[in-house]
């Protein structure tokens, strides 16, 4: 690609020039954002209060409930007008870890590593002496060999992975030559990191029969418990996320506890070489069913132009979480981020032509439920799902931070060649701070999809992945720690501007033809 | 470095040509030592049994006698003759975990990731709401502000750190760089990373006073338990040795829990922050006091040359452990591969001239004990411990495993210059595995030291690093999945060789000047 390079570089940099004359920034206002973002920042603050000081915030849990009124609060007092909690429609469950005690007692004592699955059960009581049964069969037929053998056990299923050691960083920022290459990407070219994992994740669900039959036959016979192992992650770090359904009807999961590869890898090696292993478990978990509905926090800077005030320039992130952890870096960050933006711009006491909306989204990692709904509800036409009402007209553009905590690079343009030469300029007064590639790629998975989905210009920024995929999407690690103060400062300051620019601007971004 | 190399090269290997065409191999059995080695290892069953079925091997504890005992069995199953336990002295107290749950419930519910520390005592039952007081103070004088205020409370010594993400990887492997500078080091240039890294660990642990402190005050007035945080380590992996005395006249120490720097660290922001926080602790430890001896394990394979018979060449790693994991890289990692070149060499059926004695030590973590005892019990000169006896004087070599999991690249001479040629030779059929450095080095901290404290000519391996500084090495993460086998195979059988010719060949090898 390096050869490549010279040539791509003039090429944006005409495209850049010519079109770029035509947008206009209030450079003066740029300052004035950067200097409140960088110097007087509040984004660590506003993390702290949403892990830390709250907790998991799983959909429909207390600790979301919690985190939502914390963010409504913040953001009235900071003077945002209507801030609210609004009900988007039916979830399902709320679910709760309250006690959770797993530990191998035979053939001697250790303690595990393990977290239960969201909405599974928990042992009703203390199991002193619960023993694993070993299944040890590579597809579903061999499972009958197993039937009736279940009742009172603990399932394991066998693997013999080879955990790696890491030869390779577990943090990465994106090189120059990759920032270029997405540049320079074709509009067929989309495929980027986030979509091949998730794809992966699909597949690997998908393939994922044997341990679904097992359950199946678990909760049948009244085993006391599943333990799985997590796919991914090593060192104590591990990948946990749903276990059982949160739909209303539908009953409790069995419990189904995820253990670090290193403890599930050596219950496997003890129990094959029929060594009896015995372990205690005592785990509560609490259902929620009083209200199934979900919950989004919305919040506005009204506009002030006669003319546009009626118009809306959105950013939003999701604010639920996963529970091993404290979701920091999903998506506290993102939520911090979107918070702080808008604090920065109050604090600044913006005159926005157009008005400047909040939304905080639930349900995101069980399918973008509360950005869907909200679409649904107020800006999809009632006839055409795929078109935007009279409302979702009216938006501008809708921004989404929700790559984790690493600092802003650049934006995906969704296919959006239209908005170039304006994200271009944009970025110019941030080229300093890192900030300055336009793809043309689309990035996938999380809220931003919901307004793409109705032709509303809808955004998600390119960020450096630092530690996500290796250590804290979806993890027990997913915690304060792993944020990096100097990336949110900068990526609240670069939110707040592009908000800013859009609320300005004499026309709403350019709709994809 | 990079100009220097050609000449250091073209010295090296005149060197090594002049001096090595003295040395004789026998390249018959080197090639069986590598087909058995390498084609047939049973090193990783022997690991699997030290380390998944045994348990922690903490000095003193029925996990060390038991993995003892196996060793022994084993030895002696394959041949080898006078395999024993040998009580080397009075050591102190065994100490085992029986227990240890320990969470957040307030402000929410959150299982942690801790360890007890060995010596320290238990809660003496299930403490349903400890709260945490925390202790902001930067040197001792401040904590007189606490005086009186420590009784029933969990202590917390407040710190602000910052984790950083894993710009490099945890991984890594000698480069030829590095290990050509080590083979040109000049006998004076004798830091190496272990040394460095065991200076910088006692460094810490003088400068801590503070936490001493704060700990003798808490166990006098009565605190429940204290809280520590690992000082290396993050994303669920932590470093946790003592806490206690061993002593048999000492009591019981003050149950001292370490916890992840994320966990620790979170508890010091919400208590900071005014934020009370609540902990449910249910920790049970039990200190064996029946007999305070330690045991080394010993066995051997007889000499068969009538003239050398009575001299031994001895090989020995440490087999004790820390007990948050199983101790795989530190040490069964060693212990495993001693034990496997042993059973190459009793496989073979090698009639070795000198009789070839291996040496399992325990007590190693607590400062050298098991090897130090034996070397004063046998080799050492009565009247002078700095200087061998007469069975000392028959003591040709002794060889030493205790660097991780790694693979050899090499071996320290620890200032002994006359065995460079020896050695250089002795690697000649092992460059293809990636061994072949000497280095006139020192490296420090383990076994063989006690063997050239009183002249006798001690040698540790250059092992490449892989994961063990920055997450096994005396860690919860120390366990079977994070051995290496091919590695482990290849260390085996280079022992295997290197004890072969040194029991062969017709002098001991030469004792530093």
Redesign the interface.
């Known amino acids: 690609m390096k050869k490549l390079l010279p040539l791509i570089a003039i090429s944006m940099f005409s495209v850049a020039t010519v079109k770029a004359q035509e947008e206009k920034i209030d450079l003066e206002m740029t300052k004035k954002i950067r200097q409140e973002g960088l110097q007087k920042s509040k984004v660590m603050d506003i993390a702290?209060n949403l892990t830390?000081?709250?907790?998991?915030r799983l959909q429909g849990s207390p600790?979301y409930m919690k985190a939502a009124n914390y963010a409504k609060n913040k953001l009235s007092e900071w003077g945002l007008e209507d801030a609210k909690l609004e009900a988007w429609g039916e979830f399902g469950k709320g679910w709760?870890?309250?006690?959770?005690?797993i530990?191998m007692t035979e053939?001697?004592?250790?303690?595990l590593?393990a977290?239960p699955k969201t909405w599974t059960a928990g042992t009703k009581g203390k199991l002193k002496s619960a023993e694993i049964l070993l299944i040890d069969e590579t597809d579903t037929l061999g499972l009958e060999n197993y039937r009736g053998k279940l009742k009172d056990k603990v399932i394991l299923l066998y693997k013999n992975d080879?955990?790696q050691?890491?030869?390779?960083?577990?943090?990465?920022?994106y090189t120059d030559e990759e920032l270029e290459k997405m540049a320079s990407a074709s509009a067929t070219a989309t495929t980027q990191p986030d979509t091949a994992f998730r794809s992966m994740m699909q597949a690997m669900r998908r393939t994922n029969m044997l341990s679904t039959k097992t359950k199946d036959m678990a909760k049948k016979e009244g085993a006391l418990a599943l333990l799985s192992m997590s796919a991914r992650g090593?060192?104590?770090?591990?990948f946990v996320s749903g276990g059982g359904s949160y739909k209303a009807n539908e009953p409790e999961g069995l419990l189904d506890i995820m253990l670090?590869?290193?403890d599930y890898?050596?219950l496997c090696?003890?129990t094959k070489?029929g060594?009896p292993v015995k372990l205690e478990l005592?785990v509560k978990t609490k259902f929620y069913t009083e209200d199934l509905r979900g919950y989004n926090v919305l919040a506005e800077i009204k506009g002030t132009d006669p003319k546009l005030k009626e118009e809306v320039v959105m950013l939003g992130a999701h604010l639920d979480s996963w529970q091993s952890a404290t979701g920091a870096t999903d998506n506290a960050a993102g939520s911090a981020v979107m918070m702080e933006a808008v604090r920065i711009l109050k604090t600044l006491n913006v005159q926005p032509r157009r008005t400047i909306r909040i939304a905080l989204w639930s349900g995101e990692e069980q399918g973008l439920w509360g950005s869907r709904n909200y679409v649904k509800n107020h800006l999809a036409d009632a006839n055409d799902s795929k078109k935007s009402n009279a409302e979702g007209e009216k938006v501008a553009a809708y921004f989404n931070v929700d790559n984790g905590t690493g600092k802003i690079r650049g934006i995906y343009l969704q296919g959006n060649e239209a908005c170039r030469p304006i994200f271009t300029k944009w970025f110019e007064p941030f080229h300093d701070l890192g900030a300055k590639t336009v793809t043309i790629r689309n990035t996938g998975g999380t809220d931003h999809l919901s307004f793409v989905g109705v032709g509303i210009p809808g955004f998600q920024f390119i960020q450096d992945e630092?530690?996500y995929n290796t250590?804290t999407h979806h993890t027990?690690?997913d915690?304060?720690?792993?944020l990096?103060p100097e990336d949110l400062k900068q990526a609240a300051t670069i939110v707040a501007s592009f908000v800013y620019n859009a609320a300005m601007r004499d026309e709403k971004l350019p709709r994809k033809k």
């Not at 709760?96 to 005690?101: I, N, P």
């Not at 053939?107 to 303690?111: G, L, Q, S, W």
């Not at 915690?479 to 792993?482: A, F, I, L, T, V």
């Open positions: 702290f830390d000081v709250n907790g998991p600790g709760e870890l309250k006690k959770s005690y530990a053939p001697y004592y250790r303690p590593i977290y080879k955990i050691p890491s030869f390779k960083p577990d943090a990465t920022r090593k060192d104590g770090t591990l670090t590869a290193e890898l050596s090696r003890l070489a060594i005592d630092i530690e250590r027990n690690m915690s304060y720690d792993h990096q």
